[in-house]
């Protein structure tokens, strides 16, 4: 039995740069992974791109994570976007910010960043073990001693818990650090799918899924939900949505879905303009043109597969003109076209989900050292712990951020 300064479990970002840190503080570290090669969701980690952070500052940052945000304060205090940015530079990477927000490595390729954090942990004596997966956290009354592995057993003072949560399973999600966390006697939250593409009841849908519709808002039609909104691309498809404001809404409706079974939504498709507004915008169309037919009329307002569906939605005949609907109909058109309903009934599930909502309770862990407030020694990072955030690379600043205090090995 060897004995180490520290045990890391999952060669995620947060995993990784915590072996990192404690190696350069002179630390003899394990790394464990139990998949073939090391971090395989990072590979997959913006479609292979690797948005690895974004420029918001610290604060908007932290609010962007809503009420728990705040626990990370520390965290991004210490090694934020810029930090960040640094160390890929200090280990031969070279990133840009393309949009003016997104920060992505200069190649676009998450395998530029898998082999030089990989590099780096060589290049720290940091001792890799894949195809090790660890079975069980072992400990002596409120101390953490080691790591059991099916084979083996590895002795430490300290262990570094980043084994991710349970989304995308085919590449190795299993949910083992909430496991080990139950264990232990750490409270674990409720555990949803988050970031993954909604399911609808009503089949429309699939007539306009070649479509974007930019700046959508999305609402949840709910009491307890009445202040829950997301603005962003919207892309309709064979079965529900998806796209940017979907990923980023997903993580509110799934626990009411769980719920209540089904979710109504309330979709704004243009650009949150009012009931009046629109009322304008078609008149101006019809002095226009005033022999257009309702189809292109609402069709200068969405694309028209978008506004068939609501036409036929709203019981209004798509050739007749504007003027001449009845005017129950064309209030109906207009509000739908304000306040277009639709019903989520499900989604796809971990195995397309990129993030996991809910974790390891943050009332149990030192938002100073991300160390365990139950056992000594024992550190969580990443996305095994109750903080998930929008899609735009909040999250893996959060797993690098939180890696990097983890590694530090604080204990106060």
Known sequence: ??????????????????????????????LLEQQEKLGPKLKATGGGR???????????????FGRNGRFMMDAITLFDYKDLMNFFKEIGVDTHIPDGFRVFPITHNSSTIIKALEEELIKQNVEIRCNTKAQTLLFEGEAIVGVQTLDDKFLSASVVVATGGLGYPMLGANGDGFTFAKE??????????????????????????????AKAELRIDLPKAKKLKAVG??????????????????????????????VPLIINMI???????????????????????VLENISSLVPPSVAKALCILSKADTNKK??????????????????????????????????TRGGVSLKEINPKTMQSKIIKGLY?????VDLDGPCGGYNLQWSFSSGNLAGKLLDF
């Open 322 to 355: 504007f003027k001449d609907l009845a005017g129950q109909i064309r209030d109906k058109l207009i509000k739908n076209l304000v306040s277009t309903p639709l019903t989520i009934i499900d989604h796809v599930g971990f195995k397309q989900a990129m993030i």
């Open 50 to 64: 690797c948005n690895l952070t974004n420029t918001l500052d610290n604060s908007d940052f932290m609010n962007s």
């Open 380 to 384: 969580f990072c990443g996305e095994v």
């Open 233 to 262: 691309d919207l892309i309709f498809t064979s079965k529900g949505i998806r796209g940017p404001v979907v990923l980023d809404f997903s993580r509110e409706v799934t626990p009411f879905l769980e719920k209540h079974g089904e």
């Open 271 to 293: 650009k949150g303009k009012n009931e009046e507004e629109v009322r304008v915008h078609i008149n101006n169309e019809i002095k226009n043109n005033p022999d257009s037919s």
């Open 1 to 30: 039995m060897k004995t180490y300064d520290l045990i890391v479990i999952g060669s995620g970002a947060a995993g990784m740069i915590a072996a990192i840190r404690a190696a350069r503080d002179g630390k003899s570290v394990l």
């Open 184 to 213: 232990l006697g750490h409270k674990v939250t409720d555990l949803y799918p988050a970031m993954l593409p909604l399911i609808s009841k009503e089949k429309w849908v699939e007539n306009c899924k070649a479509d974007t519709i």
